[in-house]
């Protein structure tokens, strides 16, 4: 599976971004897309995931009522919609698939991985 992250820029505290990620060579054992965020220095984070199938979603406690993540089946396309940004959701968002059932939070259940979009968010 290939995974393309695009949509990420800067902007302003308060404000939005939409990032999406298109893949490629997905299959039915493909189970579940996740978001990841890293920021400089630090370990790169879970953000959220949802499951192709059933479209059952996940959320990291830091963006929960603020993102939304959801899923276009017939494009093989994710999206990350980021409302109400804060400075402290700066990174690089990668996304990446999974074909575990469960622990959508855990970096290791992601066999492949995107190249990765920056998000800047100025106070």
């Known amino acids: 599976v290939q995974l393309q992250a695009f949509g990420g820029g800067l902007v302003q505290a308060g404000g939005s971004l939409r990032l999406s990620c298109a893949t490629s060579?997905?299959?039915?054992?493909?189970?579940?897309m996740g978001w990841f965020r890293q920021a400089p220095g630090t370990e790169r984070v879970f953000v959220a995931a949802?499951?192709?199938?059933?479209?059952?979603?996940y959320y990291a406690d830091s963006v929960k009522g603020r993102f939304t993540i959801s899923r276009d089946n017939a494009k093989n396309t994710g999206y990350l919609q980021m409302n109400s940004l804060k400075p402290e959701d700066t990174g690089v968002y990668y996304c990446?698939?999974?074909?575990?059932?469960?622990?959508?939070?855990?970096?290791?259940?992601?066999?492949?991985w995107g190249q990765g979009t920056q998000v800047t968010v100025s106070s």
């Open positions: 990446a698939e999974t074909k575990a059932g469960c622990s959508f939070s855990s970096r290791a259940n992601y066999a492949s």
């Open positions: 060579g997905r299959t039915f054992s493909s189970y579940a």
């Open positions: 949802i499951t192709w199938n059933r479209g059952q979603t």
